[in-house]
């Protein structure tokens, strides 16, 4: 498709105006269709330009998926900032491209689901030039819960809405909202996962009919899960028997939790090993975050969270600070990989303002991985070499257009994607730690 003006010539004369970001689209707009840029050859992982020139910088879901359709996330995000739309708007319009997208398991339609087998979204926004911020946590039916984010942080004088108000609030603002997002395939992927943490009753049709799989596991109720079973118990007696008892109860059931949702993501790791899930998706999110022409900042996190997650669980993806940050006067940071991580340490916020200190955005993104190193000491959460057994990637970007893409482990997800007006690319990821996190 031919362009009535070129974008390198638009740049420059949009740079040189210092055009304001375009007023922002009306809510539930569809996001844009348009050409597939070519995507161009390898770069350093650190941009270290002068003036800021647009770019939009993102996961490997931002480059990896287009749906069906002729653009990934970061070449519709890019093509709409230089055309002159709003920054934020172009980014999450950029986004919805991956979120729609069924193949992509880690987020939006078809992403993983809870351990109930119900698809439970979370997203956030930040618009750096007006200071406003949206998000949205555990709400369930909406596709796009980005643009539900940027419809709180519009139309409501609040950051975050949760659950079934934030489902509630999609349904007034006129979304479609569904009974159910998962497809086929997360569906196929649940029923697995629950034969791996419960094989005394969750069979495999498929087994049984070859008369073949091993010996089954405990099918009485009674002794699946002593230890959750010892704390009801002792709660119970406690009531009647005193304060000590009651502690005692306490404790055992949050142990038994505790052990519950260890052997479930342990579960969750093994069908990562075994190939049937991606690394990417287990911890499945996006971030995208972009500079405009003139020096707009803006950024977009979204995801269907850690896979087989405890319902209701909430990662660091819509909290402010943790899953994102936006100053418009310095920078963005978002991030993908342990949520909990992040939410402990408030990573995104901490690497915007090493970046306000005068740090580089790679700097400033290995400040906070040190951070979540220091920090990681409960051996459950090491490996073998005392090192955190978990991974978190954080996409840097600063007010100069500089931007960086850095791991705690760099062979892990190694790449994070890039464009620019040399097209959409891929770039290494850079690592604070040798290895794997695992083994």
């Not at 303002?353 to 993104?365: L, T, W």
């Not at 850095?406 to 990821?429: I, K, M, Q, T």
């Amino acid at each position: 498709m031919s362009r009535s003006i070129d974008r390198r010539d638009f740049v420059k004369k949009v740079g040189a105006a210092g055009l304001v970001a375009a007023a922002p689209s009306t809510v539930g707009a569809a996001a844009g269709e348009g050409p597939r840029r070519p995507r161009g050859a390898k770069a350093p992982a650190v941009h270290a330009g002068g003036a800021a020139e647009p770019v939009v910088i993102s996961d490997v879901s931002g480059i990896r998926y287009t749906n069906g359709g002729p653009e990934s996330a970061v070449e519709r995000a890019f093509r709409g900032i230089t055309e002159g739309e709003d920054v934020l708007d172009a980014l999450i319009a950029g986004v919805n491209i991956p979120e729609s997208d069924p193949t992509e398991m880690g987020i939006g339609y078809g992403g993983l689901p809870n351990a109930d087998g119900v698809v439970q979204l979370d997203a956030c926004c930040m618009h750096g030039p007006r200071r406003w911020a949206g998000g949205v946590a555990a709400i369930e039916g909406v596709r796009t819960p980005s643009r539900v984010a940027r419809a709180v942080m519009e139309h409501t004088d609040h950051h975050l809405l949760v659950g079934h108000g934030a489902r509630e609030f999609a349904r007034m603002m006129g979304f479609e909202v569904e009974e159910d997002l998962n497809t086929e395939e997360s569906r196929r992927l649940w029923l697995e996962w629950r034969r791996r943490v419960d094989p005394g009753h969750w069979l495999d049709p498929d087994e049984r009919l070859r008369g073949g799989g091993g010996r089954g596991g405990e099918t009485d109720p009674d002794l699946i899960r002593p230890d959750t079973t010892r704390g009801a118990r002792g709660a119970g007696a406690a009531a009647a028997g005193g304060t000590a008892e009651a502690d005692q109860g306490v404790a055992a059931r949050a142990v038994g939790l505790r052990d519950r949702a260890d052997a479930w993501y342990r579960a969750g790791l093994s069908m990562v090993d075994d190939g049937l899930i991606p690394a990417h998706s287990f911890h499945g999110t996006i971030h995208c975050s972009g500079i405009g022409p003139g020096g707009e900042i803006c950024g977009v996190t979204t995801t269907s969270g850690l896979s087989w997650k405890i319902p209701g669980r909430v990662g660091d993806s819509p909290i402010l600070g943790a899953g994102l940050y936006v100053d418009g006067d310095v920078g963005a940071a978002g991030s993908t990989g342990r949520g909990e991580a992040n939410l402990f340490n408030l990573s995104s916020y901490l690497i915007v303002e090493r970046m306000r200190e005068g740090m580089h955005p790679k700097d400033a993104g290995m400040a906070a991985l040190e951070r979540i190193r220091a920090n990681t000491v409960e051996p459950r959460l090491l490996n073998e070499r005392g090192e955190p057994a978990f991974d978190v990637r954080f996409f840097v970007l600063d007010r100069r257009g500089r931007y960086a893409g850095v791991a705690l482990y760099g062979a892990a997800e190694s790449r994070f994607a890039v464009c620019d007006e040399n097209g959409a690319r891929e770039e290494p990821l850079e690592g604070l730690l040798e290895g794997a996190p695992r083994g």
